[in-house]
């Protein structure tokens, strides 16, 4: 049972534009996401996150948002850089956890094309 | 400030046989969990170490387990190990989860290949 879900298998776009990635989860009582972004043979570095009582976060050029009625939540990343390229992961936790154990979606990998 | 140490990087071992692999945190984070990554499945959690005890478990068989030391690092054991195992070990960890909501900082990652 895949309670967190990345549809998009990858995602390509040109440099300057907008990258939207897209995360779906099936846990209504999820109230913690993030985004981790992965380069090949490092480990995920943490990008940004959202607790549920937010429908949106900033950082720079990257902004989450959280449909919590949708059960969806989307990072957009403005504008684009080729150092953007990587596999992006979403990820969930809750109720109220303070654990390491995050559910995490199977990510997609993002190509920004100079 | 060191980031999450993890050895060995990479290992080769062959069906039926057992590995170990370390990890060593941030200093001052008493959190450590562990995941697994196969190519199409993400990350899939393994369990999770807090003071010595483990909070969290994954749905993963009995051959894998794990333990902390009190200087809060941990090793994984995969005993008689299947092709299946084959994958990206990664350990993170995190501040005293009363802290909040946690962001999980991890390793490298140790690849395991299994013949």
């Known amino acids: 049972d895949q309670q967190v879900k990345q549809n998009s298998p990858s995602l390509s776009v040109q440099e300057g534009r907008i990258s939207i990635l897209n995360c779906d989860y099936t846990?209504?009582?999820?109230?913690?996401f993030l985004w981790y972004k992965k380069y090949p043979a490092e480990g995920p570095t943490f990008l940004i996150s959202i607790s549920s009582i937010k429908d949106k976060n900033e950082d720079g050029r990257f902004t989450v948002f959280l449909n919590k009625s949708a059960k969806h939540l989307s990072l957009h990343i403005v504008p684009s850089q080729p150092g953007d390229s990587a596999v992006y992961f979403c990820a969930a936790s809750g109720p109220s956890s303070n654990t390491g154990k995050l559910i995490f979606g199977q990510g997609t990998t993002l190509q920004v094309k100079p | 400030k060191a980031g999450v140490t993890q050895t060995p990087r990479y290992l080769i071992k062959t069906r039926g046989q057992q590995v170990t692999l370390s990890c060593s945190p941030i200093s001052g984070h008493r959190s450590v969990s562990w995941y697994q990554q196969t190519p199409g499945q993400g990350l899939q959690f393994l369990f999770e170490?807090?003071?010595?005890?483990?909070?969290n478990k994954g749905n993963f068989p009995g051959r894998f387990s794990g333990r902390q030391f009190s200087n809060s690092r941990s090793e994984m054991n995969v005993s008689t190990l299947e092709l299946g195992d084959s994958a990206l070990y990664l350990c993170?960890?995190?501040?005293?989860?009363?802290?909040?909501?946690?962001?999980?900082?991890f390793g490298a990652g140790s690849r395991l290949t299994v013949l």
């Open positions: 846990n209504s009582m999820f109230d913690y």
């Open positions: 170490y807090f003071s010595e005890t483990q909070r």
């Open positions: 993170a960890s995190s501040l005293d989860p009363g802290a909040g909501a946690n962001v999980l900082t």
